[in-house]
Protein backbone atom coordinates (compact mmCIF):
# COMPACT_ATOMS: atom_id res chain seq x y z
CA UNK A 1 0.00 0.00 0.00
CA UNK A 2 2.93 2.40 1.15
CA UNK A 3 4.78 1.44 -2.53
CA UNK A 4 1.14 2.34 -4.33
CA UNK A 5 0.90 5.78 -2.47
CA UNK A 6 4.47 6.40 -3.37
CA UNK A 7 4.03 6.51 -6.82
CA UNK A 8 1.01 8.56 -7.20
CA UNK A 9 3.24 11.59 -7.85
CA UNK A 10 5.37 10.11 -10.22
CA UNK A 11 1.66 9.01 -12.22
CA UNK A 12 -0.03 12.22 -11.34
CA UNK A 13 3.43 13.90 -13.10
CA UNK A 14 2.38 11.93 -16.54
CA UNK A 15 -0.91 12.89 -16.74
CA UNK A 16 -0.16 17.11 -16.14
CA UNK A 17 -1.72 17.97 -19.05
CA UNK A 18 1.83 18.95 -20.63
CA UNK A 19 2.45 18.48 -24.53
CA UNK A 20 4.24 15.29 -24.13
CA UNK A 21 1.86 13.94 -21.62
CA UNK A 22 -0.15 10.97 -23.26
CA UNK A 23 -4.16 11.54 -23.99
CA UNK A 24 -6.70 9.98 -21.94
CA UNK A 25 -10.52 9.60 -22.59
CA UNK A 26 -12.66 8.37 -19.70
CA UNK A 27 -16.08 7.81 -19.44
CA UNK A 28 -17.32 7.32 -15.93
CA UNK A 29 -20.71 5.77 -15.17
CA UNK A 30 -23.31 8.78 -13.53
CA UNK A 31 -23.08 6.62 -10.22
CA UNK A 32 -19.52 7.09 -9.99
CA UNK A 33 -19.15 10.65 -9.04
CA UNK A 34 -22.05 10.21 -6.98
CA UNK A 35 -20.69 7.38 -4.76
CA UNK A 36 -18.68 9.02 -1.15
CA UNK A 37 -16.22 6.69 -1.23
CA UNK A 38 -14.00 7.59 1.60
CA UNK A 39 -16.41 10.27 3.26
CA UNK A 40 -17.52 13.66 2.08
CA UNK A 41 -14.12 15.51 2.65
CA UNK A 42 -12.63 12.62 0.26
CA UNK A 43 -14.82 12.60 -2.21
CA UNK A 44 -15.22 16.13 -2.38
CA UNK A 45 -11.43 16.31 -2.97
CA UNK A 46 -11.83 13.52 -5.57
CA UNK A 47 -14.16 15.81 -7.61
CA UNK A 48 -12.68 18.89 -7.65
CA UNK A 49 -9.56 16.86 -9.31
CA UNK A 50 -11.76 15.63 -11.40
CA UNK A 51 -12.53 18.97 -12.61
CA UNK A 52 -8.89 20.08 -12.91
CA UNK A 53 -7.78 17.20 -14.87
CA UNK A 54 -10.79 18.04 -17.38
CA UNK A 55 -9.51 21.49 -18.10
CA UNK A 56 -6.10 19.67 -19.49
CA UNK A 57 -6.28 19.68 -23.37
CA UNK A 58 -4.71 15.67 -23.21
CA UNK A 59 -7.69 14.70 -20.87
CA UNK A 60 -11.50 13.83 -22.33
CA UNK A 61 -14.18 13.03 -18.97
CA UNK A 62 -17.14 12.30 -19.88
CA UNK A 63 -20.38 11.11 -17.75
CA UNK A 64 -22.97 8.73 -18.76
CA UNK A 65 -25.94 9.60 -17.35
CA UNK A 66 -28.09 6.80 -15.46
CA UNK A 67 -31.02 7.74 -17.82
CA UNK A 68 -29.07 6.02 -21.06
CA UNK A 69 -31.49 2.83 -20.05
CA UNK A 70 -29.87 0.81 -23.45
CA UNK A 71 -26.42 2.00 -23.44
CA UNK A 72 -23.16 -0.02 -24.46
CA UNK A 73 -21.27 -0.47 -20.95
CA UNK A 74 -24.27 -2.63 -19.51
CA UNK A 75 -21.53 -5.85 -19.74
CA UNK A 76 -19.14 -4.13 -17.87
CA UNK A 77 -15.74 -1.73 -17.69
CA UNK A 78 -13.03 -2.26 -19.66
CA UNK A 79 -9.79 -0.29 -20.83
CA UNK A 80 -8.17 0.30 -23.95
CA UNK A 81 -4.48 1.18 -23.93
CA UNK A 82 -2.64 2.80 -27.22
CA UNK A 83 0.91 1.33 -26.78
CA UNK A 84 4.03 3.67 -27.94
CA UNK A 85 4.63 1.29 -30.65
CA UNK A 86 1.11 1.86 -32.21
CA UNK A 87 -0.98 -1.31 -31.12
CA UNK A 88 -3.81 -1.12 -28.71
CA UNK A 89 -5.17 -3.67 -26.07
CA UNK A 90 -7.78 -4.53 -23.96
CA UNK A 91 -7.88 -4.66 -20.46
CA UNK A 92 -10.79 -6.32 -19.00
CA UNK A 93 -11.05 -6.33 -15.18
CA UNK A 94 -13.88 -8.35 -13.03
CA UNK A 95 -13.61 -8.56 -9.89
CA UNK A 96 -10.57 -10.81 -8.85
CA UNK A 97 -9.70 -11.35 -12.76
CA UNK A 98 -7.96 -9.68 -14.85
CA UNK A 99 -6.76 -9.91 -18.62
CA UNK A 100 -5.50 -8.44 -20.86
CA UNK A 101 -7.20 -8.27 -25.18
CA UNK A 102 -4.44 -8.63 -27.38
CA UNK A 103 -6.58 -10.08 -30.27
CA UNK A 104 -7.43 -7.50 -33.07
CA UNK A 105 -11.01 -8.58 -33.19
CA UNK A 106 -11.68 -7.97 -29.36
CA UNK A 107 -9.35 -4.78 -29.51
CA UNK A 108 -12.17 -3.79 -32.04
CA UNK A 109 -15.21 -5.03 -30.68
CA UNK A 110 -14.26 -3.18 -27.45
CA UNK A 111 -12.64 0.28 -29.45
CA UNK A 112 -16.58 0.18 -31.23
CA UNK A 113 -18.08 -0.17 -27.49
CA UNK A 114 -16.01 2.74 -26.70
CA UNK A 115 -17.48 4.94 -29.53
CA UNK A 116 -20.55 4.06 -28.81
CA UNK A 117 -20.41 4.93 -24.87
CA UNK A 118 -18.69 8.11 -25.48
CA UNK A 119 -21.74 9.10 -27.88
CA UNK A 120 -24.19 8.16 -25.37
CA UNK A 121 -22.14 10.14 -22.70
CA UNK A 122 -22.39 13.57 -21.72
CA UNK A 123 -19.81 16.18 -23.49
CA UNK A 124 -16.98 17.26 -21.97
CA UNK A 125 -18.27 21.01 -21.16
CA UNK A 126 -21.59 19.47 -20.26
CA UNK A 127 -20.19 16.40 -18.00
CA UNK A 128 -17.83 19.18 -16.11
CA UNK A 129 -21.03 20.78 -15.42
CA UNK A 130 -22.28 17.47 -13.98
CA UNK A 131 -19.28 17.16 -11.63
CA UNK A 132 -19.40 20.98 -10.39
CA UNK A 133 -23.54 20.11 -9.69
CA UNK A 134 -22.48 17.43 -7.69
CA UNK A 135 -19.22 19.00 -5.86
CA UNK A 136 -22.03 21.75 -4.81
CA UNK A 137 -24.01 18.66 -3.56
CA UNK A 138 -21.53 17.41 -1.00
Same mark, same amino acid.
Do not use: K, N
Given at each position: MERQVAARPARQ? *????????PVFSFVQDEATPRRPIGGKMVMRRQLERLLEAGQFRNIDIRVLPLDREDNAALAGSFRLLRLKEGKTVGLDEVQLISRVLADPKDVQVLEMRHG *? *??AQALTPRGSLAFIEKVLGET
Open positions: E *IVDGSRTA *I *IR
